[in-house]
């Protein structure tokens, strides 16, 4: 098992998904990238450090590859459920990173979910259901409720640069104000942006 390849970039393709040719000491490694890895990727000639999935199928083999291990590690956890493959599985992730992920699950925000190409209600609901016991978001899921904060606020959060911790203690903050429950996303995030400052 491969668990992370460190060499020199050869060449990247991008067309579905982004190649890499890697060399290392004299052999060249393929590797896939999801497409939001590209922007990570070091200019050819550099020295890159890829974390890896090798993937055997009946008729190939591939080796995935992610900037950040955590990344890697959400890949597997994704192969894990039932009918959702590599491609899938690479797909959720150019969508999400690890802690988007993590709040739509602690949320059960299926419209996130399924707002991703190939994603429908149904494999929604079961990645919702397998998640919820496979990802660390027991921690968020309390907050969550209490507040009654949907996903598209935490993403809407996340993309601003606020970290997690951050983003926990403005929604404990909102969860104690009684007019929690009847706010819409914009209120909501009004306050959240006022709690950390902005």
Known sequence: MIGYIRGTLISKTLSESTEMLIDVSGVGYRVTLGKGAISNLVPKGGEITVYTSHQVRED??????????????????????????????????????????????????????????????????????????KLKVEQFKATYEDSGVTGEVIMALQQLGFSGAEIKNALQEIAKNEKADSMGQEEMLKEALGFLGR
């Open 60 to 133: 190939s083999e591939t080796l995935y590859g992610f900037i950040e291990e955590e990344d890697r590690n959400a890949f597997e956890l994704l192969l894990k459920i039932h009918k959702v493959g590599p491609a899938m599985a690479m797909e959720i992730l150019d969508s999400y990173n690890l802690e988007q992920l993590q709040a739509i699950v602690a949320s059960a925000d299926i419209n996130s979910l399924t707002a991703i190409s190939g994603i429908g209600k149904t494999t929604a609901e079961r990645l919702l259901t397998e998640l919820k016991n």
